[in-house]
């Protein structure tokens, strides 16, 4: 009893007294988010006066001084990190499909990324279901020299807990069958079309890969059910080395400045649209972040970096640029935490790659959604790929950010298509994720102790392995063990 007791008070030292004080300026946070947050309007300026954001494009360097411009005006100590890259972008597309050479017709279709710079092909389609290695196991040779049809997602009557891989990771795999392009069928109904990387590496693929929608696509599986079919590839693209900026507003932690979090997101988008949902909600909350801490003049033990990545879209270019740079000037092992919004909307709780966090995360839950019962006080624990949490995971750094949320108004079919737009955009609910996710960094940067460390090498790989990450990663090439 006695020891139960003792135990209770170093709890109550540790962090209860530290929720009490949180809980004061969650408050704060959550006043001044709802009357004075600009990310609404600051997203909508974006997107009606510059547009999407293609990391290297002029768009793309608009943004990055619309960003950093926004963070000096609030008073910011900001900086651009201005990093060069090998990138891509699409120039023509022509996908044609037919019973032979001289009964092709045009199909709508959207070339993925990192397909080759010139590509003209023309070869028999062969239907490979889900694209996943078990689909090519049966019989091997059949993919040689051939068009792999691919269904994006899992399709319906495959075997029960079959799980599908990234586009990346089926083209991947399409490749290593020998095929000599790849058409990949969307899984949104209306004739949406998606775009993307389809490279795990974020080179030049040696194959083409085209994306048609979810008609055009159903309809050529049945065809092939009754006989052969022809597809004809033409496409043009641009490679070559591009120059980019990160934008990083920083907070000077005052105890433990050499500590730092990053809370960090991707500024950057396709071409289709405007990408306010990809990464449009993220990117403009994290800047409503850093423009509520200067506004209220908040103070944290630790240092915070407010990071708008770009690049993201075409292989995590500039988090990893970001990670490469902290290397080499030995400041990488000041990263305790890595928070990371992409695509979060009105977070119902937190997720983190370490199940250690639980304890606090909850506590801090807590005095959320005393504030709000809108807040659900959710939890998730485990780790996932492809997006710019990635290169800090993958040096054992502990990751984040918001959980259980929904994308507005049906946005979910519009993912890198050019359904991508403002309209889909809820004022509070990018609201919510400002609140929420700056009561978080604070409660982050202010306790007195990080219950997880950063990952060893072979803490880390086993880490990977219990999370089922070892086979995307090996297919990645990231896979160092």
């Known amino acids: 009893m006695?020891?139960?007791?003792?135990?209770?008070?170093?709890?109550?030292a540790l962090f209860g007294n530290a929720q009490d004080q949180f809980s004061t300026v969650f408050k704060q946070i959550n006043a001044d988010v709802q009357q004075n947050s600009s990310a609404y309007q600051n997203l909508k300026y974006e997107t009606e006066t510059i547009g999407h954001r293609l990391t290297g494009s002029a768009n793309?360097?608009?943004?990055?001084?619309?960003?950093?411009?926004?963070?000096?005006?609030?008073?910011?100590?900001?900086k651009f990190q201005p990093f060069e890259v090998e990138s891509w972008s699409r120039k023509s597309i022509s996908v044609e499909v037919?019973?032979?050479?001289?009964?092709?017709?045009?199909?709508?279709?959207v070339t993925l990324a990192h397909s080759p710079v010139s590509a003209n092909v023309t070869g028999d389609i062969v239907d490979v279901g889900n694209g996943l290695e078990a689909d090519y196991e049966a019989k091997p040779g059949q993919f040689k020299g051939k068009i792999a049809l691919i269904y994006l997602g899992v399709l319906r009557g495959s075997a029960e807990g079959t799980k599908s891989l990234h586009r990346s990771e089926k083209t991947a795999i399409a490749t290593k069958y020998g095929a000599k392009g790849v058409i990949i069928i969307n899984t949104v109904k209306g004739g949406v079309l998606l775009t993307g990387t389809a490279s795990v590496t974020g080179k030049l693929i040696p194959i083409p890969a085209v994306c048609i929608g979810l008609e055009d696509g159903m309809a050529l599986k049945e065809k092939l059910k009754s006989g052969s079919q022809t597809a004809h590839i033409a496409m043009t693209n641009f490679s070559g080395m591009i120059k980019a900026r990160n934008v990083i507003a920083t907070f000077k932690g005052t105890a433990l400045p050499k500590e730092k979090i990053v809370?960090?997101?991707?500024?950057?988008?396709?071409?289709?649209?405007?990408?306010?949902?990809?990464n449009g909600i993220g990117s403009f909350a994290i800047i409503d972040m850093a423009r509520t801490f200067k506004k209220l003049n908040l103070q944290t033990k630790r240092t915070i970096e407010f990071?708008?990545?770009?690049?993201?879209?075409?292989?995590?270019?500039?988090?990893?640029?970001?990670?490469?740079?902290?290397?080499?000037?030995?400041?990488?092992?000041?990263?305790?935490?890595?928070?990371n919004y992409d695509?979060?909307?009105?977070?119902?709780?937190?997720?983190?790659?370490?199940?250690?966090?639980?304890?606090?995360?909850?506590?801090?839950?807590?005095?959320?959604?005393?504030?709000?019962t809108g807040f659900k006080n959710l939890f998730n624990a485990g780790a996932g790929l492809h997006?710019?949490?990635?290169?800090?995971?993958?040096?054992?750094?502990?990751?984040?950010?918001?959980?259980?949320?929904?994308?507005?108004n049906n946005a979910g079919p519009f993912y890198h298509s050019d359904g991508d737009s403002f309209q889909l955009v809820d004022e509070q609910e990018l609201k919510n994720t400002v609140r929420y996710s700056a009561m978080l960094t604070y409660a982050l940067a202010n306790t007195p102790k990080i219950p997880v460390g950063v990952q060893g090498e072979a803490e880390l790989k086993a880490f990977l392995e219990a999370q089922n990450l070892k086979e995307p990663l090996m297919i990645a090439g990231e896979w160092r063990w």
Not at 307 to 323: H, I, T, W
């Open 2 to 12: 006695k020891y139960f007791f003792s135990a209770a008070l170093v709890f109550s």
């Open 60 to 78: 793309g360097a608009k943004a990055e001084q619309y960003a950093f411009n926004l963070l000096r005006s609030y008073g910011c100590e900001v």
């Open 98 to 109: 037919g019973k032979d050479k001289n009964s092709l017709v045009k199909v709508k279709a």
């Open 263 to 278: 809370v960090g997101g991707h500024l950057d988008s396709w071409d289709l649209a405007t990408g306010a949902i990809d």
């Open 307 to 339: 990071v708008l990545f770009m690049g993201e879209e075409q292989g995590l270019l500039g988090s990893k640029a970001y990670v490469e740079q902290a290397k080499k000037a030995g400041t990488l092992k000041e990263i305790k935490f890595m928070l």
């Open 343 to 372: 695509m979060t909307n009105d977070p119902k709780g937190f997720s983190t790659s370490r199940a250690e966090m639980k304890e606090l995360f909850a506590a801090w839950g807590a005095d959320i959604a005393k504030i709000d």
């Open 387 to 408: 997006s710019d949490h990635q290169p800090f995971m993958l040096e054992g750094i502990p990751t984040g950010g918001g959980f259980g949320g929904k994308l507005p």
